[in-house]
């Protein structure tokens, strides 16, 4: 079956340094998603990439899609203590008869060190 | 306007035993997947509804099923507990199947299995 990799499991970082994590899929994904968890919560929606070497920015954050639409990054520029939680993405492929499926990766932990 | 609620927010259980989860998906919202998290990993998916029927189903077995109403609530059900169906069990909403479209998730049910 589809498989998202994600590397690195887990992130320590000091506040203002930047963090980056990685998203693998063995198969062509119609689209990714990323997604944040907080400690104790639940997925909240970040953004989808659709198109072969899209590029999105939300403030600090940049997210890019490679032209392959096999990989995926998630990029934080000046980390803050606010960006703590683990961060999946979730690959989207078409599984039949009109239906598509999400898998999620397992997530990179990170950590801001004040 | 009331995004995806699920109940009951934690409940305890002992091996062999049965359960009932229930979401209510966000307003506008007609298709409702199931996720299964256990501690440190991404959720999986267990299975979607769309149109009150399992659209596609994950790789669980038939011990979890579930059903969808016409006011589009779900219930996910889980006969012969295991100790390892302890999880997180997250259901998302999404406006219909096309593959685009964005879930969002609720706070989930934390389910220990003793």
């Known amino acids: 079956g589809q498989q998202v990799m994600q590397i690195p499991q887990y992130q320590h970082v000091q506040e203002g340094e930047d963090f980056t994590t990685y998203c693998n899929s063995s198969?062509?994904?119609?689209?990714i998603q990323w997604y944040k968890q907080r400690p104790g919560g639940h997925p909240v929606f970040l953004i989808q990439l659709v198109k072969s070497g899209e590029v999105k920015k939300q403030k600090r954050l940049t997210f890019q899609f490679g032209e392959a639409k096999k990989n995926s990054s998630l990029h934080i520029t000046a980390t803050q203590t606010t960006d703590v939680g683990t961060y999946f993405c979730a690959g989207r492929t078409y599984s039949g008869a009109g239906s598509y499926q999400l898998t999620f990766g397992k997530g990179t932990k990170l950590s801001v060190i004040p | 306007d009331a995004g995806v609620t699920q109940s009951p927010t934690h409940l305890i259980k002992t091996r062999g035993q049965q359960v009932t989860l229930r979401c209510s998906p966000k307003s506008g919202h007609d298709t409702v997947s199931w996720y299964q998290q256990a501690l440190g990993q991404g959720p999986q998916f267990i299975f979607q509804?769309?149109?009150?029927?399992?659209?596609q189903r994950g790789n669980f077995p038939d011990r979890f099923s579930g059903h969808q109403f016409p006011n589009y609530s779900s219930e996910l059900n889980v006969n012969a507990l295991l100790l390892g169906d302890s999880a997180l069990y997250l259901c998302?909403?999404?406006?219909?199947?096309?593959?685009?479209?964005?879930?969002?998730f609720g706070p989930g049910t934390r389910l220990l299995v003793l």
């Open positions: 198969t062509t994904l119609s689209n």
């Open positions: 998302a909403s999404s406006p219909g199947t096309s593959g685009s479209e964005t879930q969002y």
């Open positions: 509804y769309y149109e009150e029927e399992e659209r």
